[in-house]
Structures are given as structure tokens and as C-alpha cells.
């Protein structure tokens, strides 16, 4: 299975973006599709997930910000993103998981959102 993240920049506070990742290879369903971002220094943290039935889940940091979305025919999930603060400033990761414990887990590479203040 590969993930192919794209849709990261450079944008002023206040801005949008929209990220994309599309899967390949053998994938499972049901399955869970995500983002998570990782700021130098830290850890990476959950930003949103969606279900094959659509369920959304979101880190209280972006709630009525950021907007989770995916194409199942597609195996592609996206991540809209509007008013950007510098503290969204990171390397965003997607993530593809399905199974029980333990769980199939795979990731893309990340792409880079920075945020001016």
C-alpha cells in the first residue's frame, strides 16, 4: 500500500489549503483514513479521521476550521483547511488504517504547511 500526499504551502494567517492523498496497492475495507501533523520538537498528533461510512473525528485544535472528506471509489481523503493560524504550521501526515488489534497501519510522506503571521 502507498499514500501520496500533496497539496501543502506556504499561506498568510487566516488562509486556506486543501491537502490530498491518494492510496494504492491492496487495500481493505472498511478501513479508516486520517491526518496527523508532527511540528519539530514534537510529537504527531491526530488532526481529523474519516470512515469508510464518513465519521469524522477532529482534534479539538481544528473543530469548525478544518474539514475531513474522502472519495471511497478514489481511496483518496482530503483535508480543507481555512483559517490557518501559525500554530498550524507543521509536516502533515496521511494515514490509512484498517483491522483489529493488531492493526494495519500505513502513512505517506508528509507535506509541509506553514503558516505567516
Known amino acids: 500500500v502507498q499514500l501520496q500526499a500533496s497539496g501543502g504551502g506556504l499561506v498568510q494567517a487566516g488562509g486556506s489549503l486543501r491537502l490530498s492523498c491518494a492510496a494504492s496497492?491492496?487495500?481493505?475495507?472498511?478501513?479508516?483514513m486520517g491526518w496527523y501533523r508532527q511540528a519539530p520538537g514534537n510529537q504527531r498528533d491526530l488532526v481529523a479521521t474519516i470512515t469508510g461510512n464518513k465519521i469524522t473525528n477532529y482534534a479539538d485544535s481544528v473543530k469548525g476550521r478544518f474539514t475531513i472528506s474522502r472519495d471511497n471509489a478514489e481511496n483518496t481523503v482530503f483535508l480543507q483547511m481555512n483559517s490557518l493560524k501559525p500554530e498550524d504550521t507543521a509536516a502533515y501526515y496521511c494515514?490509512?488504517?484498517?483491522?483489529?488489534?493488531?492493526?494495519?497501519?500505513?502513512w505517506g510522506q508528509g507535506t509541509q504547511v506553514t503558516v505567516s503571521s
Open positions: 496497492g491492496n487495500i481493505f475495507s472498511p478501513n479508516t
Open positions: 494515514n490509512l488504517q484498517w483491522g483489529v488489534p493488531p492493526v494495519k497501519n500505513f
